[in-house]
């Protein structure tokens, strides 16, 4: 499809909406993180929010970090061991469990804000519980 390139959508919104529109239930979002345009990268986070709340499963990547959303419920991730992941935050999180991690949690509360879940480190693949609240799980899969 071509597009003007001065619109009123982004790309990656015009991509995501003919996705959705020929019926997608699940996204990958390729270099939708990092790259020279911040705004741009903060809009494909809460954009995928938006969708993990509407029930269409997106991941943003950008070949070297990855994001998900993380909406109430259990996570399994597929980590290697060695991998590093960070849960950042978005509102206050309640209950929050991490197992088959360096820094395991059991049902703790975190703060917007808080860094206490930056920078763990994957022993095998994480499990990651969260009774309310939303967050997004940041993976550098280049690390080991």
């Known amino acids: 499809l071509s ?4 619109k009123a959508q982004t790309d990656g919104d015009l991509a995501i909406d003919e996705a959705l529109r020929r019926g997608a239930t699940r996204l990958v ?3 939708a993180l990092g790259g020279p345009r911040s705004d741009h990268a903060a809009h494909h986070l809460t954009r995928m929010l938006a969708l993990t709340e509407t029930v269409v499963h997106t991941f943003l990547t950008s070949g070297a970090e990855e994001a998900w959303s993380l909406p109430p419920g259990t ?3 597929d980590f290697a061991p060695g991998i590093v992941f960070s849960i950042v935050a978005l509102d206050q999180l309640r209950g929050l469990s991490v197992s088959r991690a360096k820094w395991e949690l059991k049902d703790a509360n975190i703060e917007t804000g808080s860094s206490v879940m930056l920078s763990n480190v994957a022993q095998s693949a994480p499990i990651i519980e969260l009774a309310q609240g939303r967050a ?3 993976a550098n899969i280049t690390t080991r």
Request: charged share 10%; aromatic share 24%; proline share 8%.
């Open 136 to 138: 997004v799980v940041f």
């Open 29 to 31: 979002l390729a270099g």
């Open 3 to 6: 597009f003007p390139a001065d």
């Open 75 to 77: 996570h399994v991730f």
